[in-house]
């Protein structure tokens, strides 16, 4: 089966750091996709890996270890626009382009 | 990435009444849209995949008969949700795929369907 595993909820102070731990159980993987999603609106793609590593973007990072089916997001200096949900998907599985989302994990940012 | 328009952004209809909604792909020619649903915190829930100048590709418990997706040209696709009833409010959103690139999927808006 398909099974992909965030925290529900996080908080974080403004200029912190906070990361975001994504593990997943798929019968396929073509890459694992990070979305940030506003409430209200539509997600908005922020990082892609597909091999073991990390990748940088800015303040958001992304590291992947597929032996262990497990993510995580750094996101650095923390801004209140931060404050959104974060959506781990894996692709790959069930199709090849598809994705399959996670439940999501809400961040509030505080001052 | 790819720009994505989807229309309308709202809508609130009555129950037993048909309602569509436009996916545009403004920059690309999308061979594959795909369609979400999303209830209120909750996380995405594909419905269907769509495929240009073919049939759609429906997921598992998606009544393909109630939504009606056409994907007539490489840059729209729609979903029209047939005898709509209260059941089927929720957040409906499509997302262009780019198998070129990644397979990176872009969003559209989304569209809020109520219906009463």
């Known amino acids: ?111 | 990435g790819a720009v994505v328009s989807q229309h309308p952004s709202w809508v609130i209809c009555k129950s037993g009444t048909s309602v569509k909604i436009e996916c545009r792909s403004l920059d690309f020619q999308a061979t594959t849209m795909f369609w979400y649903r999303q209830f209120p915190k909750q996380s995405l829930m594909l419905m269907a995949t769509s495929n240009e100048g073919s049939k759609a590709t429906y997921e598992q418990g998606v009544e393909k008969d109630k939504f009606l997706i056409n994907h007539a040209s490489l840059t729209l696709s729609t979903l029209t949700v047939t005898s709509a009833h209260p059941e089927d409010s929720s957040f409906y959103i499509c997302s262009v795929g780019t198998p070129a690139a990644k397979n990176i999927q872009y969003f559209g808006a989304g569209t809020r369907l109520s219906v009463l």
């Open chain 1, 1 to 111: 089966g398909q099974n992909i595993d965030q925290p529900t909820e996080m908080t974080a102070t403004e200029g912190a750091i906070v990361q975001i731990n994504c593990t997943y159980q798929t019968s396929g993987f073509n890459g694992l996709f990070w979305y940030q999603q506003h409430a209200g609106e539509a997600p908005t793609f922020l990082s892609y890996n597909v091999l073991d590593g990390l990748e940088e973007k800015g303040r958001f990072s992304s590291f992947l270890s597929r032996s262990k089916g497990y993510s995580y997001l750094l996101l650095k200096e923390l801004q209140m626009k931060d404050s959104a949900s974060y959506l781990c998907a894996v692709g790959g599985s069930g199709g090849y382009n598809k994705l399959i989302f996670g439940a999501g994990t809400r961040l509030a940012v505080h001052p």
